[in-house]
């Protein structure tokens, strides 16, 4: 086939002169797709196209076809990697991977390191002592090879490090290793042993497979752009082991479901428009009028595979959801979906926090933490980045989880997902309180007000400061909600023993000491002392709904303000724990579509969700903002990691749910009939459970951030600033599915 006409110089030249994205951000990408776009065209219009091919033109197109040819074959063909039982001491080994680092020694001696994902550190020595002797060759194509560059390094094994936070497990099982090994089959190319963090080779021979560009600059805490997310994962150490360990968390919670005798079935992705609760993406088809969606969660076909005679199923499922982003938000995501028939709630938490067991438990045998800067996240025991540091281990809270119901969490820490963590806790305290108090921080009548104590812990002269300063820079930069908040904003004292009444003067004499006097309540106020900051913030004297207060957010606020600065001690321990007993009902809110009833409240969980007792069915005809739900959070460190509940398994209470309580449509009744179906073939009794896969790597990883735990995520825009998706509809497309943008007004 003849080759393009256009010059391999010329093409590399125009690269160099343009390709410069990673120095001047994204005007720079654009031009890149111009300069892509240029070429393209210039190679359409060229001779060949026009199907007029001279002379000179054949002999430039050998020419570069040659190039190419000899460029390949010093790239394509490489030899292949050693396997894990070749690397004893004295053997000539092969491994592939980055060239990382060199040390160049003197003129004769240089060290160089090969970055080699899920293997230990490698460090190369080259050397040689006469010009053309043995070494020379290796140590000059050394040199010569741009950092970053893949190699393939062929060389004889110096020195085989152990793995010292292994080594006590690794004598422990040394006889069953050893009698495993006898039987095991050969192990791949390309691994390595077991327990080993660094391998010392004396170089042979080294081979570039590529050549990475000296247009792209890497430097110490280089910042790539979104566009550039290979570079973001290839050069950021926490990324790429964040990446590296999210499939063996998947990996053993597969496992562990597996051992439970659960089925793993997929669903569909191209699913129908239900009213479940959360805005869809819709997939347009060719049959005019006609649509799919994207499913927010497999829900109905894991309850119709109950129905099914299927006892236990799973699934890791794609997700879909229109929502505004947040840092823990995608519009697409994965869940860890399970449901058990013939189960209540109390099998699915019991099968729940097994499964996190044997996860924590291997993360505690097989990870260490390790630190980048500010950065901290789980790095294999066998990687050289891993290191365990004194007060960094991490520590997880053991089977059973405690679990508290959704009022208490409301009650004791403001939030339906509470940070076991932190060290202080919500009181009420309006009934000490004096009336001239209560009003100078609410218009409200006779409202509830809540209080809690934080105090830092003892510091440095020099950060005294520090800790006096934390509550005014909180409460100059309250988020909007708090700063708004039409029951006032949150109100804090410090105690200052060298003023009148220490500090508590607004209190009045009373009011102080009633706060103080240690009553039922109040033991957290018995024993205040310098610096320790009261925070008071009314709200309105009703029932809970939603999922925070007021005083609960500023709480967390607080705690992660303390903890950057210092003021308290960084936790890196897990306290997993269970919220109970949801109200089955919330009243409808402009972020939510609900279910598109008309009675003003929607689904809390979903409406699928059974109540939770006899007296809770009887609520649904008299006050359905009253009644429970049989409904379960799973909970860590401030962080809801999934939800479930026991499903309604009868199809007249479905219905009746539907149709009577949320007052829903005919027609948004009918978009269920599949599911109403499966339940009168008489279904058994179910329950189930989704856990938010990423969100739980995430967490476990130390981010606070889903992006950090996903390959190519979105933006906040839920854009993919990679590929640069999505992409604008052609008029040819929307002809084809039968779509039209909106006239103009």
């Excluded at 049989?630 to 026991?646: K, W």
């Excluded at 539907?658 to 339940?679: N, P, W, Y």
């Amino acid at each position: 086939m003849a080759l393009p006409r256009i010059q391999l110089r010329r093409l590399c030249g125009f690269g160099q002169r343009h390709l410069r994205f990673l120095r001047h951000s994204t005007s720079t990408h654009a031009h890149r797709f111009q300069v892509c776009n240029r070429l393209t065209h210039s190679a359409a219009r060229s001779p060949i196209s026009e199907g007029v091919l001279s002379h000179e033109h054949q002999q430039q197109n050998r020419s570069v076809g040659q190039q190419l040819r000899e460029e390949w074959a010093r790239y394509n063909a490489f030899p292949r990697a050693s396997a894990a039982e070749d690397f004893t001491e004295g053997q000539t080994v092969t491994v592939h991977g980055f060239l990382a680092r060199k040390r160049v020694k003197h003129a004769k001696l240089v060290f160089a390191d090969v970055q080699i994902d899920n293997g230990p550190a490698v460090q190369i020595t080259s050397s040689f002592q006469t010009p053309g002797g043995p070494g020379h060759d290796a140590n000059q194509a050394l040199r010569g090879i741009p950092l970053y560059s893949p190699v393939a390094v062929t060389g004889r094994v110096a020195q085989i490090h152990n793995n010292l936070l292994s080594r006590d497990a690794v004598s422990s099982t040394d006889t069953v290793h050893s009698q495993r090994e006898l039987s095991a089959p050969l192990s791949r190319p390309g691994s390595f042993p077991n327990n080993v963090s660094r391998v010392d080779l004396d170089l042979e021979s080294i081979q570039p497979l590529n050549v990475f560009p000296k247009d792209i600059i890497v430097s110490k805490g280089v910042q790539f752009p979104p566009s550039a997310r290979h570079l973001q994962i290839r050069f950021s150490d926490p990324l790429r082991s964040r990446l590296l360990i999210r499939p063996q968390i998947a990996f053993q919670l597969r496992k562990s479901l597996n051992n439970l005798a659960f089925t793993e079935v997929e669903t569909p992705v191209l699913f129908k428009s239900t009213p479940e609760g959360a805005r869809e993406f819709l997939v347009p088809t060719r049959r005019q009028g006609l649509a799919y969606a994207l499913p927010q969660s497999p829900q109905q076909y894991k309850q119709m595979l109950m129905a099914s005679g299927i006892r236990g199923y799973y699934q890791f499922a794609r997700c879909f959801r229109d929502e505004d982003l947040r840092a823990d938000r995608q519009p697409e995501f994965t869940q860890l979906d399970l449901e058990m028939s013939f189960a209540t709630g109390e099998d699915v938490m019991r099968t729940v926090e097994v499964i996190i067991s044997d996860l924590t438990r291997l993360l505690n045998s097989d990870y260490s933490v390790a630190q980048n800067g500010e950065d901290i996240y789980l790095a294999p025991n066998k990687s050289s980045i891993a290191e365990t540091q004194q007060g960094m281990i991490p520590r997880y809270r053991t089977a059973p989880f405690p679990r508290i119901s959704y009022k208490e969490a409301m009650t004791r820490f403001g939030i339906d997902k509470p940070d076991l963590r932190i060290p202080f806790e919500i009181r009420r305290v309006d009934h000490v309180l004096s009336r001239s108090f209560v009003s100078m921080i609410t218009h409200l009548d006779n409202p509830v007000v809540e209080a809690f104590k934080f105090r830092p812990k003892p510091v440095e002269e020099e950060k005294q400061p520090l800790a006096l300063n934390l509550v005014d820079e909180l409460m100059r930069a309250l988020p909007p909600a708090l700063a708004q908040n039409p029951d006032g904003a949150p109100v804090a004292l410090v105690v200052d023993s060298s003023k009148p009444l220490r500090s508590l003067s607004p209190l009045g004499f009373e009011g102080a000491g009633a706060l103080q006097s240690g009553g039922a309540g109040l033991e957290d106020f018995a024993d205040l002392e310098d610096g320790d900051v009261l925070v008071f913030q009314a709200r309105e004297n009703k029932p809970f709904q939603g999922g925070s207060t007021a005083l609960g957010t500023f709480r967390t606020l607080v705690y992660q303000s303390a903890v950057s600065k210092g003021l308290l001690p960084r936790d890196l321990s897990f306290h997993f724990l269970w919220v109970t007993n949801f109200p089955m009902f919330t009243p409808d809110n402009e972020a939510d579509p609900g279910q598109g009833g008309t009675a003003g409240f929607s689904a809390t969980h979903h409406p699928f969700t059974a109540p939770l007792t006899d007296d809770d069915v009887e609520l649904l005809a008299t006050d359905p903002l009253k009644a429970r739900a049989d409904h379960y959070d799973l909970v860590v460190n401030g962080v809801e990691l999934g939800g479930g509940s026991r499903r309604i398994h009868v199809a007249r209470m479905q219905e009746y749910i539907m149709r009577d309580i949320l007052k829903m449509t005919d027609e948004g009744v009918a978009q269920f009939s599949h599911l109403l179906e499966a339940l009168r073939a008489g279904c058994p009794p179910h329950a189930g459970f989704a856990l938010g896969f990423d969100r739980l790597v995430a967490v476990l990883t130390y981010t606070d951030s889903v992006r950090d735990v996903i390959a190519f995520p979105k933006s906040m825009k839920g854009e993919d600033l990679t590929v640069k998706s999505p992409g604008r509809i052609t008029k040819e497309q929307l002809e084809t599915y039968h779509l039209a943008f909106p006239g103009k007004k």
